[in-house]
Each structure stands twice: as C-alpha cells, then as structure tokens.
T-cell receptor
Framework: QQQVKQSPQSLIVQKGGISIINCAYENTAFDYFPWYQQFPGKGPALLIAIRPDVSEKKEGRFTISFNKSAKQFSLHIMDSQPGDSATYFCAARTDSGTYKYIFGTGTRLKVLA | GAGVSQSPSNKVTEKGKDVELRCDPISGHTALYWYRQSLGQGLEFLIYFQGNSAPDKSGLPSDRFSAERTGGSVSTLTIQRTQQEDSAVYLC????????????FGSGTRLTVV
C-alpha cells in the first residue's frame, strides 16, 4: 500500500513530441505528489508538484494531471527537447509526521534530436 | 552552503569493512533525509532527522546501518561490515520545513563494495 507504481521504465520521444509518464498509488493518505528530474551523476531535483485537491498543474512545458478517484497522476512534457533527456521519478508524500516521500522506480527518458 | 554537500562522491570498499558517508545540508534546513538508490530501482527511504526529535529509522535495512546528526547540521551514515548488496548511490536531502516540501538533494555518494 506504500508503493508508487511508475511506467514506462524507459521512453524514447522525438524532439517536439509529447512525453507522458504515469504513476499510480493506493494509499489515500498521500497528500503531496512531486515529480523529480535526475541527470546522470546528480541528485534528483524537484520539477513540479501537485496536491490532491487540484486536477492539473502546469509550469511551462511541464504539466501534472491528477485523477484522485483513480489514484493516478501523470507528467506530460510538451515540445520535448534533447535537454529533457533524464530520469524522472514520481513521488508521494506520507502525511505521517515524518513527511517522507515514497518514490516510483523511475522512467529513463531519451529525446531524439 | 548553497546546496546539499555529500562526501565522498565515490567510495570503493572491501566487503566486511565499515564506511562513513557524510552529508552537509543547506544551512538552516531542519529536516534531513537519507535515501538509497540502487541500479534500476527507485529511491528507498532510509532515515529522517527533524530538529531535536527522535529520528525515524524505519527504513534502515539492517542493524549494520546507523546514522547520526550532530548539532542539527551535518549527518553521517555509517554502514558496518559492508556487503555487496550495499552497493548503491546514497542520497541525502534536506528541507527547510518539517513537512518535507521542497526537498533539495545532494549529488550522492556512489558506494561500491568489492
């Protein structure tokens, strides 16, 4: 119940295309859903995040869509660029006093020039 | 500092030896987390420190793992009698508020046990 399931494991997209990464969870106590972007040799960096009372959040080319009833959320990268090539992790925060994140297993995105 | 600093960036050790990994969080950040990232896996929570509260150690995989945070700042993760399955990238993150918003991760320590 503490898992966050992420798919696909890897994704190849043409430059200018839309990249879509999906995550699903079961624990309804999760209350904050960030996405992290990680480049090789670096730690993950916060990209965008959403709360469960909002169905969509957009920041530039990055959009999170959130479906509370289905317990799913997704990251859409519009007009994907080669510089977006990285590993993306979804996460869910437990509102349990520790506020730790449960992470998905990651999606390796490659955007072809 | 400007970011979360971790050292060493790479560590190769022999099976059975002890290792210490260091994390220097962003100044003023009261919350500090350790995660482990294994190849092809997500980030696995290890331990959490918040101010003077007792740490949440629920993610430590065995009693060979321990961590401390001195003076509410620098943290050290110690792995005793290392095993090959301990090979991973160990990531530290800090946050300005106890509610975990806006984690800032360090670049990690890549541990290889041979």
């Amino acid at each position: 119940q503490q898992q966050v399931k992420q798919s696909p494991q890897s994704l190849i997209v043409q430059k200018g295309g839309i990249s879509i990464i999906n995550c699903a969870y079961e624990n309804t106590a999760f209350d904050y859903f960030p996405w992290y972007q990680q480049f090789p040799g670096k730690g993950p960096a916060l990209l965008i995040a959403i709360r469960p009372d909002v169905s969509e959040k957009k920041e530039g080319r990055f959009t999170i869509s959130f479906n509370k009833s289905a317990k799913q959320f997704s990251l859409h990268i519009m007009d994907s660029q080669p510089g977006d090539s990285a590993t993306y992790f979804c996460a869910a925060r437990t509102d349990s006093g520790t506020y730790k994140y449960i992470f998905g297993t990651g999606t390796r995105l490659k955007v072809l020039a | 500092g400007a970011g979360v600093s971790q050292s060493p960036s790479n560590k190769v050790t022999e099976k059975g030896k002890d290792v210490e990994l260091r994390c220097d969080p962003i100044s003023g950040h009261t919350a500090l987390y350790w995660y482990r990232q294994s190849l092809g896996q997500g980030l696995e929570f290890l331990i959490y420190f918040q101010g003077n509260s007792a740490p949440d150690k629920s993610g430590l995989p065995s009693d060979r793992f321990s961590a401390e945070r001195t003076g509410g700042s620098v943290s050290t993760l110690t792995i005793q009698r290392t095993q090959q399955e301990d090979s991973a990238v160990y990531l530290c993150a800090s946050s300005s508020a106890g509610r975990g918003y806006g984690y800032t991760f360090g670049s990690g320590t890549r541990l290889t046990v041979v």
